[in-house]
C-alpha cells in the first residue's frame, strides 16, 4: 500500500509540474458526476486530482479494498494522445494501474 501511496504523490508532482494542479476546488455539483471520470463536468486532470487521488487516499487509509479490476490509463491515453507532454503523466498512471491490479491479486 505504500507504494500506491508513493505513487499517487508522484501524479500529483507531474500534475504540478505541468501547471494543472488547481488550488480551487471545484463546485460541488461538479464533482457529483455519476459519468465515469467526470467526464461531463471535470478535465481529466481535474478527475484524477479532486476525485481519484482524495478517494485512493481514503481507501489506503481506512484499510478498505482497492477498486478491481484498475483500469484507468486506456482514458488518459486517449484524452491526452496528440499531447506529449503527458507523456510522463500516463505512464505514472499505467503504473498505477499495475501496482493495484498485482496488489488486489
Do not use: C
Request: proline share 6%; aromatic share 8%.
Amino acid at each position: 500500500m505504500k507504494q500506491i501511496n508513493s505513487h499517487l504523490l508522484l501524479i500529483r508532482q507531474e500534475l504540478e509540474k505541468l501547471n494543472v494542479w488547481e488550488i480551487k476546488k471545484p463546485k460541488a455539483e461538479l464533482l457529483a458526476s455519476q459519468q465515469p471520470f467526470a467526464i461531463d463536468t471535470l478535465r481529466a486532470t481535474q478527475w484524477l486530482q479532486w476525485i481519484l487521488i482524495p478517494r485512493m487516499n481514503e481507501i489506503l487509509s481506512s484499510g478498505n479494498k482497492l477498486p478491481t479490476p484498475f483500469s484507468i490509463a486506456p482514458y488518459f491515453e486517449q484524452v491526452y494522445q496528440q499531447q506529449d507532454e503527458y507523456s510522463q503523466l500516463i505512464k505514472l498512471i499505467t503504473e498505477l494501474d499495475t501496482l493495484v491490479n498485482e496488489l488486489v491479486m
